[in-house]
C-alpha cells in the first residue's frame, strides 16, 4: 500500500538557522489557524525554557494539510547536547528539509544531522534560509552544502537534491536565489513532488517502534511512533518486545487511547493505518526501542543505537547552612526519584548510584544538557547541589585512556584571532580549517571536550562579545595531556551573615564581586573571583563600628563597583574541583565543598 495522502518529514538544522520559524509559517500558510487568530511567535517552542533562550529542546510533531495530503512536520532541536532527540525521530520520517543559514552556511551540527540522515537512506531537500539577511553568501551556500554531502559519502540521487531559497520569517520560498518568493507554496509542491510517501503492507499483523516518548500524570506513559505494517484501533490487544532487549516481552496490553496530531492539536482516532504516526497509551512500563506489535506476531523492529553520553556530574542533597529554606523536594529519596523519571523520556540520559545515598551520578551529551535538566529541576522546586562537570573517558583493547573529542567551528572578527589561536594551544586544540568570509575568519578545530569546559565566557571577552563557537561531538581520540582548567581563585566569605556595604568596599579590591549589599552569605560561600590563582578569604559581613568621633552616615561615601551576576552556564563554567553549586528555587550559590575555612587550610597544610 502507497499512502499518497500522506508525508511524514523531519527538518533538521544547526541551532539559531530557523527551524521553529519556518515551522511557523508553514502552519498559517497550510491552514493550521483561522484566519483572525492571534499566534505566538516560535508557536511550537511551548516550554517555558525554550522560548527564553530561543532553542528548542524537545522535539516536535505538527502536521499541515495542502491539497489534501497531509504533511506530518516534526521540527528537532538544533543543539549538539540534545542530538538524541533527533537520532530518534528520524526513524518516523521518509525524508527531510535540511536548513542552511545563508550566512553562516554549514555548521558542525548540520554535518552531524546530516550524516545521520544519510545513513537511513533519507531524501533530502536543501532549503537555504534568511536569504533576506544583508550578509547572505547565497552564491556560496549551494557549493558549501555539496561538498558536505560529498564529504558524507552521500549517494548520486542524495547529490541531486532539489534546493530552495526561502525566508522563514517572511514565508516566502523560490527555487532561484535569483527570484524573490512570494509564499511557501514552492516548498510544499517539492515536498509532495519530491518525498516519497509512506508505504507498507496495509493487511499484514500490525507493527509500530516507539521512537518517542511523552508522559501525562492521568495516563502515565504515551508511546509516540509510525506504524509500519498493518493498522491499529483503540482497544485492541497488542504484545510489546525489544530488538536490543531481547527478555523484554508483554504479551497482552491494550491500547487505551490513540491520538493523531492535528495542526498543533492531539486528537482522538479511533483507528490508524501504515504510515500514520500516533500516540497510543494504556501500555505501563512503554519505552523509546520498544514495537507494539500484533499478539499473533510478535517481531522486533531494529532501533538506532542512541549515542553515548560524554560528559558527568554528581547531582547531590543541598547541606549547605541554607538548605530546605527555598525549595519543596529536598530530601535524595525525592532527587532520585526525579532523575530517574528524567531517564523515562531522555534516552541520551543515564544515572547511576553512588556509594553515597545522597548522591547521583549523572551523564548526559554535554554541559548544556545537563543545565538544561538544573534548570527544570530548580523551577519545579528542588534544592541540590551540582559538581563541576568531568568527561568520560574510555579505554582501547590496549589499555590506552581515550577521551571525547569535540569538532569546534568558531566565526570571528579578524583581529581577534590571535586571541583564539593562543587560547586554543593552551587547550590542546588541532586546527583542521582556517578561511575568511569577508571581515571575518572561520576556524575549525578539534578540542578535548574537557578543553571547552570554562571557555565560553573568556571566548565572548576575547572577542568582544562577536565571536560564534559551536560544538559537536566527533570521536574518541588518546587522551592528550592536562590542560589547565580555570586561572582564578575565589573569594571565600569568611562568616555567616548578611553582606553589607563597607565589607564589599573591601572586598572589591582583591578581585570582581558576585554578590551586592543584602545578600545572605554563609562561611566558605564563594562571593567572588580573585585576579590570582589561589582563592582569598574575605569578609563581606563585616561593619564599620562606630565611635563618638565617627558618623553613622560617613558610609555613604562608599561606591560599590556593580557586582558580576552569573548565570546557571556561568557558574557551571566557573566551578574548581574543589567547589559545589548549590541550586535552588531561588538562588544559584558557588561554595566549597569544605565550608570551614580552618578545616581547608588544614587539608591544604597536609598535602
Not at 582548567?485 to 564589599?504: D, K
Not at 559581613?541 to 558580576?564: E, I, M, W, Y
Amino acid at each position: 500500500m502507497v499512502r499518497e495522502d500522506l508525508r511524514n518529514i523531519a527538518i533538521i538544522a544547526h541551532v539559531d538557522h530557523g527551524k521553529t520559524t519556518l515551522v511557523d509559517e508553514m502552519l498559517k500558510q497550510g491552514g493550521a489557524f483561522r484566519e483572525n487568530q492571534v499566534v505566538a511567535e516560535r508557536v511550537m517552542d511551548n516550554n517555558d525554557i525554550e522560548r527564553e533562550r530561543g532553542i528548542t529542546i524537545l522535539a516536535k510533531n505538527t502536521s499541515v494539510c495542502y491539497k489534501g495530503t497531509k504533511i506530518n512536520i516534526i521540527d528537532t532541536p538544533g543543539h549538539a547536547d540534545f542530538g538524541g532527540e533527533v537520532e530518534r525521530v528520524l526513524s518516523m520520517v521518509d525524508g527531510v528539509l535540511l536548513l542552511v543559514d545563508a550566512a553562516e552556511g554549514a555548521m558542525p551540527q548540520t554535518r552531524f544531522v546530516l550524516s545521520k540522515a544519510l545513513e537511513m537512506n533519507h531524501k533530502i531537500i536543501i532549503v537555504v534560509n534568511k536569504i533576506d539577511r544583508p550578509d547572505a553568501r547565497l552564491d556560496e551556500i549551494g557549493d558549501e552544502v555539496l561538498e558536505l554531502l560529498l564529504d558524507l559519502d552521500a549517494n548520486e540521487e542524495q547529490l541531486e537534491s532539489p534546493i530552495l531559497f526561502c525566508s522563514g520569517r517572511a514565508g516566502t520560498a523560490s527555487l532561484s536565489q535569483y527570484e524573490a518568493g512570494t509564499d511557501l507554496i514552492p516548498l510544499f509542491d517539492t515536498i509532495i513532488n519530491y518525498i516519497e510517501p509512506p508505504q507498507g503492507d496495509e493487511n499484514g499483523p500490525f507493527q509500530m517502534l516507539v521512537s518517542s516518548i511523552d508522559y501525562n500524570e492521568y495516563v502515565g506513559r504515551i508511546g509516540i511512533g509510525r506504524i509500519q505494517r498493518g493498522s491499529v484501533k483503540v482497544n485492541q490487544n497488542v504484545a510489546v518486545c525489544n530488538h536490543q532487549n531481547p527478555d523484554k516481552k508483554i504479551n497482552n496490553a491494550k491500547l487505551v487511547s490513540l491520538l493523531q496530531i492535528e495542526g498543533l492539536q492531539r486528537v482522538p482516532a479511533e483507528t490508524a493505518q501504515v504510515g500514520d504516526i500516533v500516540w497510543v497509551s494504556g501500555i505501563e512500563g512503554i519505552t523509546i526501542g520498544d514495537t507494539i506489535c500484533a499478539t499473533d506476531c510478535v517481531e522486533p523492529i531494529e532501533f538506532t543505537k542512541i549515542s553515548e553520553p560524554t560528559v558527568e556530574m554528581t547531582f547531590s542533597v543541598n547541606d549547605s547552612p541554607f538548605a530546605g529554606k527555598e525549595g519543596k523536594f529536598v530530601t535524595s529519596r525525592q532527587l532520585r526519584e526525579r532523575l530517574f523519571k528524567e531517564t523515562l523520556k531522555d534516552v541520551s540520559l543515564r544515572v547511576e548510584e553512588t556509594d553515597n545515598t545522597d548522591a547521583f551520578r549523572v551523564a548526559g551529551r554535554g554541559e548544556m544538557h545537563l543545565s538544561i535538566l538544573i534548570e527544570n529541576m530548580r523551577r519545579e522546586g528542588y534544592e541540590l547541589s551540582v559538581s563541576t562537570p568531568r568527561v568520560l573517558f574510555k579505554e582501547d583493547e590496549n589499555g590506552k585512556k581515550l577521551e571525547p573529542v569535540e569538532r569546534l567551528v568558531i566565526d570571528v572578527p579578524e583581529e581577534c584571532v590571535g586571541s583564539v589561536m593562543e587560547k586554543m594551544g593552551t587547550r590542546k586544540a588541532d586546527m583542521i580549517e582556517m578561511h575568511p568570509q569577508g571581515s571575518r575568519m572561520k576556524l575549525e578545530f578539534l578540542i578535548p571536550a574537557r578543553g571547552l569546559f570554562g571557555y565560553k565566557s573568556e571566548f565572548l571577552t576575547d572577542t568582544k562579545g562577536e565571536g560564534i563557537m559551536s560544538s559537536v561531538f566527533d570521536s574518541y581520540q588518546p587522551y592528550k595531556g592536562e590542560i589547565p582548567r580555570r586561572n582564578t581563585g575565589s573569594l571565600v566569605s569568611f562568616e555567616t551573615g548578611e553582606a553589607v556595604t563597607y565589607g564589599l568596599y573591601n572586598a572589591q579590591e582583591r578581585g570582581q564581586l558576585f554578590i551586592g549589599a543584602g545578600t545572605p552569605v554563609y562561611e566558605g560561600m564563594i562571593v567572588g573571583a580573585s585576579p590570582k590563582t589561589e582563592d582569598l578569604v574575605v569578609n563581606v559581613c563585616k561593619k564599620k563600628h562606630l565611635t563618638n568621633t565617627r558618623a553613622s552616615g560617613s558610609d555613604d561615601a562608599l561606591r560599590l563597583v556593580p557586582p558580576r551576576r552569573l548565570s546557571l552556564e556561568d557558574s557551571l563554567e566557573f566551578l574548581a574541583d574543589d567547589e559545589l553549586l548549590e541550586v535552588t528555587p531561588e538562588n544559584i550559590r558557588i561554595r566549597k565543598r569544605i565550608l570551614s575555612n580552618t578545616q581547608r587550610a588544614k587539608n591544604r597544610a597536609k598535602q
